[in-house]
Every structure is written in structure tokens, then in C-alpha cells.
């Protein structure tokens, strides 16, 4: 499954929202009725994160201002007013099937 | 805190292996897959394989296959990522992930304890 990520840099303004799109050359639609679409991010030098599991679910200690969002094919992650410490590269990665395979990430700068 | 302490950088040449070790801490739920992602120099993550700790069932990407061999030892709560015939491409950084929760299918929630990286640099 090819994973394609969209805008790839993305400067934003701490203070105002953002938005990365994802999109999924086949369904993340399991037969469980679950989306099986990731987001993490990875901050400079540091292992990615989990954000977004499951399209639209907060990993535990994810601050509330992300949020995801899609179904099928086409995936959303907001942000709704940027922080300062929300830099580095965010990609999504579909979890339906082996292997597991992951957008090219955007890179978010202030 | 629960965590992944994985082991240090190695430095190899061409042609060689190299075994990644990540150990879980006490607190952590090990009962989960533990993923293999590697991350080149300057680019994207790149998932390479996993290994159910309850069955020892392991897979990875047709990249690697004869290539890599993935194991966990439950006496010692750690995973390992064996990589042999190294080449220069696989000058990457290595990471270790546990899957979030049980899987339906070969479908699972997203990777939510990660090791910290280990530097493997391949050069003649």
C-alpha cells in the first residue's frame, strides 16, 4: 500500500491551525469497521512519536489540540493552534497489512 | 515509566552482521508485537519487520528477507534485529516499537513505546 503525504514542507504559525492530508492507494477499511491509519511525529533528533492511532484516536499524553480524521483512503491530522514544540517531520502509516508502509512525511516548520 | 533501551551504535563492514538488542523495562506489557523500523541518513522511516513474542511468528519486508532475523527472549524481556551481509545502504538509524494493543488479523493499533535508536553505520 503507497502512502502519499501532502504538502510535504509545511511552514505554520504558532497560534493558527494546520493540516496534513494522507491518502492510501487502497482502503484502510478493516472488516472490523476500523481504519487502521496511523500518525506519529519526530522531533528533531529525537524516535517518532505516536499521535493518531486508528484514524482518529489519541495516543495517551497526545495534547488535545491533534486531532485525526478520515476513513477509507483519505486521512486528515489538524492541528488546531500550533505550538512551538509541535516541529519535526509527521508521517502516517498504514496498520491494515504487512508491511506496513509510511507517507514520505512532512516536514513542519514555524 | 515504561521504555525500550535498545543497545549502542556499531560501526561494521561490508558484508558483515549486526545484532540489535531491545530490552523492555519491568513495568512493560510485553505481550505485543515489537516492530523493527530503520530510518537512512537525511530520510523517511521504513518499517522492516516484527515479531509476536507470544508465538515467536516473525515477518518482514521482501527487502530483507534471508537477510534479516527477528527474535525476542522472554527470560530477559528483549528483542533482537539480526542484519547480515551488510551493506552500505543499510547505514540507518535502528529503532525497536511495541504495538499498542492486540492485533485483529495482521491489523494492529499504532506503535506506542519506542526505543531510543541504535546508529549502525556500515563502511569499509
Known amino acids: 500500500i503507497v502512502m502519499t503525504q501532502s504538502p510535504l514542507p509545511l511552514t505554520v504559525t504558532p497560534g493558527e491551525p494546520a493540516s496534513i492530508s494522507c491518502r492510501a492507494s487502497?482502503?484502510?477499511?478493516?472488516?472490523?469497521?476500523?481504519?487502521?491509519l496511523d500518525w506519529y511525529l519526530q522531533k528533531p533528533g529525537q524516535s517518532p512519536q505516536l499521535l493518531i492511532y486508528?484514524?482518529?484516536r489519541r495516543a495517551s499524553g497526545v495534547p488535545d489540540r491533534f486531532s485525526g480524521s478520515g476513513s477509507g483512503t483519505d486521512f486528515t491530522l489538524k492541528i488546531s493552534r500550533v505550538e512551538a514544540e509541535d516541529v519535526g517531520v509527521y508521517y502516517c502509516m498504514q496498520a491494515l497489512q504487512i508491511p506496513r508502509t509510511f507517507g514520505q512525511g512532512t516536514k513542519v516548520e514555524i | 515509566q515504561e521504555h525500550l533501551t535498545q543497545s549502542g551504535a556499531e560501526v561494521k563492514k561490508p558484508g558483515a552482521s549486526v545484532k540489535v538488542s531491545c530490552k523492555a523495562s519491568?513495568?512493560?506489557?510485553?505481550?505485543?508485537?515489537f516492530n523493527w523500523v530503520r530510518q537512512a541518513p537525511g530520510q523517511g522511516l521504513e518499517w522492516m519487520g516484527w515479531?509476536?513474542?507470544?508465538?515467536?511468528?516473525?515477518d518482514s519486508t521482501q527487502n530483507f528477507r534471508g537477510r534479516v532475523t527477528m527474535t525476542w527472549d522472554t527470560s530477559t524481556r528483549t528483542a533482537y534485529m539480526e542484519l547480515n551481509n551488510l551493506r552500505s545502504d543499510d547505514t540507518a538509524v535502528y529503532y525497536c516499537?511495541?504495538?499498542?494493543?492486540?492485533?485483529?488479523?495482521?491489523?494492529?493499533?499504532?506503535?506506542?513505546?519506542w526505543g531510543q535508536g541504535t546508529t549502525v553505520i556500515v563502511s569499509s
Open positions: 486508528l484514524g482518529s
Open positions: 519491568e513495568n512493560l506489557f510485553t505481550r505485543y508485537y
Open positions: 516499537a511495541r504495538t499498542l494493543a492486540y492485533c485483529t488479523d495482521l491489523s494492529c493499533p499504532g506503535m506506542d513505546v
Open positions: 487502497q482502503s484502510l477499511l478493516h472488516s472490523d469497521g476500523l481504519n487502521y
Open positions: 515479531v509476536n513474542p507470544n508465538t515467536d511468528y516473525t
